[in-house]
């Protein structure tokens, strides 16, 4: 068998082995861009990419996985997409083109079906997906599955909530190696949320001019390295120009500069502006340069992500990130109870605002943020919790009776919908005040954000009716004006400050009726926002509503 080193340093040995192996068409040997080539150096058990479109990663990533198993006999891949149908492109497209053109059935026999490849030493490739459709997931199909590699392929695109199950697929593997690759989408996405938990590694290319050191990302020299066209483009004449001094820089004399170097998790990022195919090419950089210029179609946040792979935030977005971490001041949600007892008496007023979950496979749990008004009129969020077990109500209710003795908010105020009337109904039935609880009903667009319905001879239960568009967007207006402070989880697996990144508004109806919605991205959650907001009701209905400095 054919071992490909993977620790050696010497290039030259590594890319012949690699072109006597594969082939990316008939005639054509592959030979992987310099940008990718640290890739097949080391062998690293954690690795992610976030990319442009059109340098090569998919062809990479795929040579990547093929070597893993011929190298390590019984070894298990499995490569998740988000769909079925990209799956099957892949399994088509790459692995059986690139396994059928190559050279490895010289050395290694294998055998293929429509989305599983076996080889003789006993490794195995399968390429499944996390859902059916883009409205749905399920990962039932996957678990279970005994793996030593997984890659998500167009990770973007997977509910960051699903990877934790299909994590455990490598609980049994003594290699649990990990691989990420995609094209960003806004900076809440699964992708950004991911990288930012690696080294964040970025191209560096020197100037042989001046001397500066051009780093390839949007917030330093990414943008100013796209020089103009010419017509004697070319491998040796490349069409980047230094951001310092505009003199014609090289991609190809570049190496990778992490930003946080003590990290394990490596993360690299790759524009098309560092790979050859596009800044030695004049038809392809013009190419680029016409997207740059929103010819086309093509948006800003298009460019961004397509081009040169970078997160960009999409117009309608409410919450920026910029806004978020300015309230983030509040320290760590990990809080103990001796630190939450003196919680009351920071304040001059305090709530427990609950939205209840429904748990399933979306993931839907129950939320608890507790808050408290400052003398300023600043509200502040010190604490909150999210239950594992929604439909435990009994265990809930115990656990909020819990918090009421522990925290001594002055009322609850909870979501009445749906199961609501019931979990209230518990509450009271083990102790909790009657006139602590505020029950909470959504409605539709009403002229008010918030009224107040009497009991009556059918319902015989005071109710605060909301319009929740426009309640939210009192929580918003304050969250951009630094009027809301929150405790700081933005970088845990499962933050739910950064919930408020999702959010975003649309407009839709039909004819003459068009109605406005606040809600989460597709496949993202807002549990923590509606607790927020549920919250602060109970300090406007005491307090009035904020007020807003112009």
């Given at each position: 068998m054919i071992m490909v080193p993977t620790q050696t340093t010497d290039e030259d040995l590594i890319l012949k082995v690699l072109a006597a192996l594969f082939r990316i068409k008939r005639d054509t040997a592959y030979t992987p861009y310099i940008p990718f080539r640290d890739l097949f150096k080391r062998r690293n058990p954690y690795v992610l990419i976030k990319s442009g479109r059109q340098v090569s990663k998919t062809t990479t990533t795929v040579i990547l996985d093929i070597i893993d198993c011929i190298c390590i006999p019984s070894f298990y891949t499995l490569v998740v997409f988000p769909l079925e149908v990209q799956a099957r492109r892949t399994s088509a497209e790459f692995f059986s083109s690139i396994l059928e053109l190559s050279n490895i059935s010289k050395y290694m026999s294998f055998s293929a079906s429509s989305l599983r490849y076996k080889f003789a030493n006993g490794s195995t490739i399968e390429l499944s997906y996390s859902s059916t459709s883009k409205e749905s997931e399920d990962v039932r199909r996957i678990r279970g599955i005994p793996a030593d590699k997984i890659h998500f392929d167009e990770v973007q695109d997977i509910p960051h909530r699903v990877i934790p199950p299909i994590l455990e697929c490598l609980?049994?593997?003594?290699?649990?190696?990990?691989?990420?690759?995609?094209?960003?989408?806004?900076?809440?996405?699964?992708?950004?949320?991911?990288?930012?938990?690696?080294?964040?590694?970025?191209?560096?290319?020197?100037?042989?001019?001046?001397?500066?050191?051009?780093?390839?990302?949007t917030e330093q020299d990414l943008l100013k390295i796209i020089g103009p066209y010419r017509e004697d483009i070319s491998y040796e004449k490349p069409a980047t120009i230094c951001a310092k001094c505009s003199r014609i820089i090289y991609p190809q004399n570049g190496y990778w500069v992490p930003a946080f170097p003590s990290r394990d998790k490596l993360g690299y990022h790759i524009p098309q502006p560092i790979i050859e195919i596009h800044y030695s090419n004049p038809k392809n950089w013009k190419d680029l340069l016409d997207k740059q210029a929103l010819k086309g179609g093509y948006t800003v946040a298009d460019f961004y992500r397509e081009v040169l792979g970078e997160a960009y935030d999409i117009a309608s977005k409410l919450v920026p990130l910029s806004s978020l971490l300015k309230c983030a001041t509040l320290g760590s949600r990990d809080k103990n109870f001796q630190e939450l007892r003196q919680f009351p008496n920071k304040y001059r007023f305090t709530t427990m605002g609950i939205d209840w979950g429904g748990g399933g496979e979306q993931g839907n749990y129950t939320t608890i943020a507790i808050a408290g008004l400052c003398d300023d009129g600043t509200i502040e969020i010190p604490w909150a919790y999210e239950s594992p077990t929604?439909?435990?109500?009994?265990?809930?209710?115990?656990?909020?009776?819990?918090?009421?003795?522990?925290?001594?908010?002055?009322?609850?105020?909870?979501?009445?919908?749906?199961?609501?009337?019931?979990?209230?109904?518990?509450?009271?039935?083990?102790?909790?005040?009657?006139?602590?609880?505020?029950?909470?009903?959504?409605?539709?667009?009403?002229?008010?954000?918030?009224?107040?319905?009497?009991?009556?001879?059918?319902?015989?239960?005071?109710?605060?009716?909301?319009?929740?568009?426009?309640?939210?967007?009192?929580?918003i207006g304050m969250i951009n004006q630094e009027r809301i402070r929150f405790f700081n989880d933005y970088e845990e697996p499962n933050s739910l400050i950064r919930q408020f990144l999702s959010l975003i508004d649309e407009t839709s109806g039909k004819g003459l009726i068009d109605r406005y919605r606040i809600g989460p991205e597709p496949g993202q959650r807002d549990e923590f926002p509606q607790a927020v907001m549920l919250a602060c009701i109970g300090i406007w209905l005491n307090f009035d509503f904020p007020k807003f400095s112009l």
């Open positions: 609980s049994a593997s003594k290699y649990r190696f990990l691989s990420f690759t995609g094209t960003p989408k806004t900076l809440n996405n699964t992708l950004q949320i991911l990288w930012e938990d690696t080294n964040c590694c970025e191209w560096c290319i020197p100037c042989e001019n001046c001397g500066h050191k051009n780093i390839c990302s929604p439909h435990d109500h009994i265990g809930e209710a115990k656990l909020i009776a819990s918090l009421l003795s522990e925290l001594r908010p002055n009322i609850i105020v909870h979501d009445y919908s749906g199961a609501g009337a019931l979990r209230e109904t518990i509450l009271l039935q083990n102790g909790v005040p009657f006139n602590q609880i505020i029950p909470v009903r959504y409605v539709g667009n009403q002229g008010a954000a918030l009224r107040i319905i009497p009991s009556t001879e059918q319902h015989p239960r005071t109710l605060v009716q909301i319009d929740s568009n426009k309640c939210m967007l009192y929580v």
